[in-house]
């Protein structure tokens, strides 16, 4: 992480954090437990077509194989026969020029680099297996994908719980085929959503936002409206750098996320803060605290996901004027 987010964190109190304290784990939605709900509206409403939709839309992220995996699909065959091979770039200049050429051409709105700052890593998955990588995989390609803005500005309605969905879907293509071509090349590629390692830190390393009062990373060109994927590799690439202001900066003095919240969930404190609101929340860390229990509570009664504190954020305005 840059010099200036180390600064954000306590060493003595931080740790690797384990999946399975998110609060989506808890609720069981990786076991089974649905947070989409057609059960909630009545046979023969409109709305069942926008539900639809909505259920739609995690086609590929829920069922793409090739989605989220360090092994190849096979297609290094099609073009090199039988004999693996590895492709030398000509400086780790030249690979990460390719690398993010290729991501752009594949969908990526933005892409970053960084070294993989093992911190980041969860300590286990949801399934209970530690994380580990091999030993040379340091290097992370950090990727977001645009999500629709007239969507996302209707949430909570269905057309935005639809595109969060999308969002998904794109990144699972993403992540599969950018983690297949590293593959193809002959290095090791993991292939990530939000498994393996924290995605925020990782992009903030990579260059690509900050950290705003809602938790989400937020971005000079797109605000926080973006979801992120990554492949972590062994391909040598070089670091993107960061260049934007602290949080603070940001966010101190709004609270339009924390006000269009209609549970309370996000801070509307003046500074960031050490103290942890619920098990959700990672200790050791300085920033505005964000209680996910309230926020999921929210999803479940209205029957998908909600989008108001990405809706609301006029953070791509605010970081265009203060990174002229
Ligand atoms: S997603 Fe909705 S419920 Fe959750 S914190 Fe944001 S505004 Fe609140
Ligand atoms: S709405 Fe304001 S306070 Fe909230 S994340 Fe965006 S810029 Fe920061």
Redesign the pocket.
Same mark, same amino acid.
């Given at each position: 992480m840059s010099s200036k987010s180390t600064g954000y964190l306590d060493p003595e109190v931080h740790g690797r954090f384990d999946r399975r304290n998110t609060v989506f784990y808890r609720r069981g939605i990786f076991t089974g437990f649905e947070h989409l709900r057609p059960d909630i509206l009545d046979p023969g409403e409109p709305e069942l077509l926008e539900m639809a939709e909505v259920r739609a839309s995690w086609t590929l992220h829920d069922n793409y194989p090739g989605a989220f995996r360090d092994t190849p699909l096979g297609s290094r065959k099609l073009i090199h026969n039988h004999a693996p091979f590895r492709y030398e770039f000509a400086s780790p200049g030249a690979a990460a020029e390719n690398i993010s050429e290729v991501a752009e051409r594949f969908g990526a709105s933005l892409v970053g680099i960084t070294e993989l700052d093992s911190r980041w890593l969860y300590s286990h998955e949801c399934s209970g297996n530690p994380v580990a990588l091999p030993e040379k995989a340091v290097w992370a390609v950090v990727m977001a994908v645009e999500m629709d803005r007239a969507c996302i500005s209707r949430s909570p309605d269905f057309s935005a719980a639809a595109e969060i969905g999308r969002g998904y879907s794109k990144m699972a293509a993403l992540a599969g085929a950018i983690g297949e071509y590293i593959r193809i090349l002959g290095y090791y590629a993991r292939s990530c959503g939000n498994d393996t390692a924290l995605s925020i830190p990782l992009a903030m390393d990579a260059g690509l936002g900050v950290l705003?009062?809602?938790g989400?990373l937020?971005t000079r060109e797109f605000?926080?409206r973006i979801r992120i994927c990554k492949v972590i590799t062994d391909l040598e690439l070089v670091q993107t750098p960061n260049e934007y202001p602290a949080s603070e900066e940001? +966010?101190s003095g709004?609270?339009?996320?924390?006000e269009a919240c209609e549970v309370n969930a996000l801070s509307r404190s003046e500074s960031p803060t050490w103290e942890i609101l619920t098990e959700s929340n990672n200790p050791g860390v300085y920033r505005w605290q964000f209680n996910p229990e309230r926020c999921f509570d929210f999803w479940l009664e209205i029957g998908r996901d909600c989008s108001n504190?990405i809706a609301? +954020?006029?953070?791509s305005f605010?970081l265009r004027k203060l990174m002229k």
């Open positions: 705003g009062r809602n989400l937020l605000g926080p940001v +966010c709004c609270t339009l996320c924390a504190c609301a +954020c006029p953070a605010k």
